[in-house]
């Protein structure tokens, strides 16, 4: 809970990133992919659903990536990817291997859908990501799209259905990040809190990332 100058420092920063995230979001898709989308379906007593689409700052993005090195060879999917910007910020950092998101609001869904088109790079599919074959990918991203228990019947779907390694990032990890511990497969590779970045606070309370390698051979 923010409280007097702590909550006008928050304010004013909030305010900071959607002005810095709009002018970039500007540039590389057209428009501006800062504004939230609420959840389609959310079950929070039961801990089912999905979460609305909240675009992650790029600020944020470039600290989780600096922790990551794309190759040609990766191919690349945010899980629940919302307008895009985890993808336009791909772009903007010239990621050098193939790019996809699926997202399951049409609302926010459509928006990257059209911005992305004209990126051959570039791949956005509207649908539920429990539908989705993993295997074409290498890398995954989750911007905190699923309630735990969603979350966890995700996990079980992707053990149950991969076939190679992959990294998994985890962006807003603590409130389900925890089942991947001590599950066959499974290692954290790196995990950080998130107060404030250049001195801009980045939420109302700090987040956690986390980055993981699953091999299903294990
Ligand atoms: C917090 S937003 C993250 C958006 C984007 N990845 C980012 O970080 O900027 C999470 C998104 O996951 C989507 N989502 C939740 N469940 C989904 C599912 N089963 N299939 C596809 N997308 C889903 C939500 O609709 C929401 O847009």
Known sequence: MEK??????????????????????QRICGQSLVKY??????????????????????????????HVSLTE??????????????????????????????????ISGSVAVEWTARYEQVSVKIGD???????PYTVLFMN??????????FIEKLESTLT????????????????????????MQFREKLTSIYGVKIAKAPQYYSIWTYDPGV
Request: glycine letters at 10%; a negative charge.
């Open 4 to 25: 007097g100058f702590d909550r006008i420092y928050g304010a004013i920063s909030r305010r900071l990133l959607r002005t810095v995230d709009g002018i970039i979001d």
């Open 37 to 66: 989308v609420p959840s389609v379906y959310r079950d929070d007593a039961n801990g089912v659903g999905m979460t609305g689409s909240q675009s992650t700052s790029y600020v944020i993005l470039d600290r989780i990536f600096s």
């Open 73 to 106: 060879e990766d191919s690349f999917l945010d899980v629940g990817c919302g307008k895009g910007r985890v993808l336009a910020f791909l772009l903007k950092e010239h990621a050098p291997c193939a790019l996809y998101g699926v997202e399951i609001n049409e």
């Open 129 to 135: 990501a429990f539908e989705m074959d993993y295997n």
């Open 144 to 153: 905190r799209p699923f309630l735990p228990k969603t979350f966890l019947e």
């Open 164 to 187: 190679h390694p992959i990294t998994f990032i985890y962006w807003v990890d603590q409130q389900s990040g925890y089942l991947l511990k001590d599950r066959p497969g499974w290692n």
